[in-house]
């Protein structure tokens, strides 16, 4: 039983490019949360998809987007790729309603120069 | 707001070597509380969760306590290997019917020293 995946592994952008990150989440899960974690620092939310919606948000600028798609798995977007982006963006899946039992996948880390 | 604060930012111990990591939160309502391990570039594996009524909860050398009225957690690693040297995260998840968003603590860094 595979679970979460996520590609590719690393990424190096340029300042005002733009990005997309996949996410795969771990077999029988419907939920997927993007986190952004900045090196030393613990992971900040960015946002939730269950049933191809966006249903949680958090303190993110909508440069940040992202898709879910039938198969549960997902997609993270940035748009006009900022030096401060730059970060460890980790992808976990869960059952709906069960949030607080999510599984991490191993992340993809962003480099903007 | 909602908050998690973990103390100490770093730690350095001798292999063999006991030392326990605290986390104080201000989250309420609270549903549980977890603790994860991280390693450098990986994505967190979760070590332990606990709800409002559980006070501990054991895995191999690793146990975290939990007193809901102080709202203060600890993680004791018990015997500590190598393989210990890591981050180690405290997130809380609030009770709430509607919206949920997890409260991250910043990590303690550990380093086993041979």
């Known amino acids: 039983d595979a679970g979460v995946t996520q590609s590719p592994t690393h990424l190096i952008k340029t300042r005002g490019q733009q990005v997309t990150l996949r996410c795969s989440p771990k077999?029988?899960?419907?939920?997927v949360s993007w986190y952004q974690q900045a090196l030393g620092q613990g992971p900040q939310f960015i946002f939730q998809?269950?049933?191809?919606?966006?249903?949680q948000r958090g303190n993110f600028p909508d440069r940040f987007s992202g898709h879910q798609f039938p198969n549960y798995s997902s997609e993270l977007n940035v748009n006009a790729l900022l030096l401060g982006d730059s970060a460890l963006y980790l992808c976990?899946?869960?059952?709906?309603?069960?949030?607080?039992?999510?599984?991490f996948g191993p992340g993809t880390r962003l480099t903007v120069t | 707001k909602n908050q998690v604060e973990q103390s100490p930012q770093s730690l350095i111990i001798l292999e063999g070597k006991n030392c326990t990591l605290q986390?104080?939160?201000?989250?309420?309502?609270?549903?549980?509380l977890r603790w994860y391990k991280q390693d450098t570039g990986r994505g967190p594996v979760s070590l332990t969760i606990?709800?409002?009524?559980?006070n501990t909860k054991s895995n191999g050398r690793y146990t975290a306590t939990l007193d809901a009225d102080t709202k203060q957690s600890s993680l004791h690693i018990t015997a500590s290997q190598l393989s210990d040297s890591a981050s180690y995260i405290c997130?809380?998840?609030?009770?709430?019917?509607?919206?949920?968003?997890?409260?991250f603590g910043r990590g303690t860094s550990l380093i086993v020293h041979p």
């Open positions: 997130v809380v998840s609030p009770a709430s019917g509607g919206s949920y968003i997890p409260t």
């Open positions: 077999s029988g899960h419907d939920t």
């Open positions: 998809y269950y049933e191809e919606e966006e249903r």
């Open positions: 606990m709800t409002f009524s559980e």
């Open positions: 976990a899946s869960s059952q709906q309603g069960r949030t607080y039992e999510q599984y």
């Open positions: 986390c104080n939160y201000t989250v309420s309502p609270f549903s549980n």
